[in-house]
């Protein structure tokens, strides 16, 4: 079992930049896929990106393709989410989740069996 905790959300402008982590307890995150969601106001929970237990691939949600990275840190037990070109619409509740060895589907939530409690990203003027 695994407990995730996300932090490094705030306010910034459009075109700023931000980096979320998500901490892990337990020593066995190292075999633990991870990823990103959000949930912007009176929306659903969507995927942003995924990072398997090895770091060796990636996946990302075409709209954050090419500004955000996902990254991780084994010996930190931590994964980060670098959040370039940031746009208003990038607004949202952003979550960590965490399922073991790898999920049926990086993109499906119902993949994941550990979340954290989510941390606010807010991109405005």
């Known amino acids: 079992q695994v407990q995730v905790v996300e932090s490094g959300g705030g306010l910034v402008q459009p075109g700023g930049s931000l980096r979320l982590s998500c901490a892990a307890s337990g020593r066995t995150f190292s075999s633990y896929a991870v990823g990103w969601f959000r949930q912007a106001p009176g929306k659903e929970r969507e995927f942003v990106a995924a990072i398997s237990w090895s770091g060796s691939s990636t996946h990302y949600a075409d709209s954050v393709k090419g500004r955000f990275t996902i990254s991780r840190d084994n010996a930190k037990n931590t994964v980060y989410l670098q959040m370039n070109s940031l746009k208003p619409e990038d607004t949202a509740v952003y979550y960590c989740?965490?399922?073991?060895?790898?999920?049926?589907?990086?993109?499906?939530?119902?993949?994941?069996?550990?979340w954290g409690q989510g941390t606010q990203v807010t991109v405005s003027s």
């Open positions: 989740a965490a399922d073991y060895m790898a999920p049926e589907n990086y993109y499906d939530l119902s993949g994941y069996d550990y």
